[in-house]
């Protein structure tokens, strides 16, 4: 009878501490991927010995719920451990042949995605502080690192493998996020620049996030979220740096490509599409954890100027409508996003300093009122200290933490918070919320059972064919017909064609390219008229802002571009790279097409020319008749021109062809 009592009492025991387990029956055991830590057999299945105790600790048993491993692996933790996991931070320029972990600065391999920014005064982007991965993983106890993947997908996921098993290495054994912006969409350089016209994706490409707005396909969006994480996944990246819910109402915005457009509701639906795409309906294996930014909505920007830049941190609300943009976010919450990023600028309808040091935004309006339960996290340079400019770097970290940050995005120095914690600034206790909540996503994901990707099979993955035919269609759906008078589009064949202000000849027009005197229609590529402000910092000392109009913009030499074909007395189709709202007057009424496109590649453009695909993109935001429009209208108002040429969800299609 004894025996039978101790049986029982240790059954009861065993279901008490691994309730999910007891209600499923038998446990599903996941992949164990592991390089020196020990593996350990209990009732059959298998776990990692991170710590190597020689017993299973409750972070390292798989059985129980992410929860209640993240808060045991939180009270082992040093306040130094603890510090590193409230970094995020940027490593670039340790990348070597084949993959192989750099002790030393060195150029980027050919095929990256970016060459390494080398950014004066940025943590990870100034060569004067860019620690090593080593330094970072074990002197700084670093576990998010945000990265571009190198070389070819095999190479990123070698060197993804090899700081995975620096970390598995330190004393519990604690793997490692790698995050990445949106590499997929990013067809253009921060501020707004195009891209040197050499560069290679890694991944498949697809059209930036305002042409995926342009789309208006959700289940399309959906898509690219699942493509996006799959690709990623397989180089070893467990997080993308996106959606943007931000609203377009302020259209002198530099940051209009990377958003979903005008219209509030559909950037909140689309924005949630993408979310559970690349994340799943639940967080696992499967996923990535994506980032929902820039709460509470970086649209509404004063007078059009960035807050990347002190000319421009404030946010402003003249119409108040302040709810619409952060209501914008709420799709994303439900849709259980892991992630939610602050905005640099200063929300002043509610306070005096930047989103990521008000405890008003960051608690009360996202947590309390908005009910997101995931990480926060800090936009990176460090967060921009708009109203606390004069306080020193400990100071602000303090408030970041104290307003309801969990996670510095692009920090490494971990000093600063230990050393609140050991001066009674900051309690224990509440860097140990934040580091359970960054813990519990990467327990639901199974890193701590497998982080380690397979480098074959990541040649497989990324780019493989479908996904890159799934990113070439998507790029062709968001192009935007404007105009087609007189039916000068499709270009019927065996038209001649001249094209200017194109770098390459696209596959689609080889054999049917002259020169403007032999040709039948001119084609004409151009930018949206901007002014280029050379006086930001950092990432955007240049930036593509003001003027909606050519006259007195930086590329005014584009409208003379359009003015020359026009001039020939041959038909004009002039395509415009519509990185904001533009002002068409000075030259539409002389041209019998024109087309938008909004970070498609010239073989989709070319196939639109053709007629190889119908165009079905709508205009993602309203175009104004004229610049006063843009001068007069409410900068937290969207579909507030005085004048408007053409409405959001303009967009034409060819007729039905003639058998």
Partial sequence: MPRMTSILALSLATLAAHPA?????????????????????????????????GRLDPYEDWRLPAAKRAKDLTARMTVPEKAGMMMHAVNSGYFGAGGTVLDQLAPPPPGALKPPVNVTGVPGFDRAD?????????????????????????????????????????????????????????????????????????????????????????????????????????????????????VVSEPRWNRIPGTFGEDAKLNGELAAQFILGAQGTKLGPDGIMATVKHFPGDGPVEHGLDPHNPYGKRLVYPGKLQKLHYEAFAPSFRAGVAFAMGSYGIPTWTDTVASSFSRKVMT????????????????????????????????????????GMD?????????????????????????????????????????????????????RVVKAPEYVAEGELAQRKSIVLLKNAGGVLPLAPGKKVALEGFAATPTALAGSVTDAAMADVIVVKVNAPYADNKTG????????????????????????????????????????????????????????????????????????????????????FALPADAASVEQQAEDVPFDFAATAYPFGFGLSYPPRKN
């Fill in 537 to 620: 910092q950092a990432f955007f000392v240049r930036t593509h802002e003001g003027t909606p109009v050519f006259a007195g913009a930086d590329n005014a030499d584009e409208l003379a571009m359009i003015r020359k074909a026009v001039a020939t007395g041959k038909p004009v189709v002039v395509v415009m790279s519509m990185e904001r709202p533009a002002v068409l007057a000075e030259f539409i009424d002389t041209v019998p097409g024109m087309i938008a496109t909004f970070g498609s590649g010239d073989d989709a453009l070319a196939d639109v020319l053709t007629g190889a695909f119908n165009p079905t993109g709508k205009l993602p």
């Fill in 130 to 246: 860019k620690p090593s991965p080593r330094d970072l993983i074990l002197n700084r106890h670093v576990r998010y690192i945000m990265t571009s993947p190198g070389g070819s997908p095999a190479d990123a996921a070698r060197w993804a493998n090899a700081l995975q098993e620096m970390a598995e290495s330190a004393r519990l054994g604690v793997p490692i996020v790698f995050s990445a912006d949106p590499i997929h969409t990013t067809n253009r350089l921060p501020g707004g620049a195009l891209p040197p016209p050499d560069r290679v994706k890694i991944t498949s490409s697809w059209p930036d996030q305002i042409g995926l707005g342009a789309a208006r396909d959700p289940a399309l969006t959906h898509r690219f979220g699942e493509v996006a994480s799959a690709e990623l996944r397989a180089m070893g990246f467990r997080m993308i740096l996106n959606p943007m819910a931000d």
């Fill in 21 to 53: 387990a007891a209600r499923e029956g038998k446990a599903q055991q996941p992949e164990i991927g592991t390089r020196s830590a020990p593996v350990l057999t209990v009732d059959g299945l298998r776990f990692r010995d991170l710590d190597r105790n």
């Fill in 364 to 403: 009360d309006l996202l947590r309390t009122k908005m009910h997101f339960k995931g990480v926060a996290i800090t936009d990176w340079m460090h967060a921009q200290p708009w109203g606390l400019e004069d306080e020193p770097k400990i100071e602000r970290e303090r408030r970041m933490v104290w307003a």
């Fill in 407 to 459: 996670q510095l995005g692009g920090e490494h120095e971990t000093s600063y918070i230990i050393d609140l914690v050991r001066q009674g600034k900051l309690t224990e206790k509440r860097i140990d919320v934040s580091v359970q909540r960054v813990l519990e996503p990467m327990f639901a994901m199974g890193l701590f059972e497998n982080p380690y990707v397979d480098p074959e099979a990541a040649l």
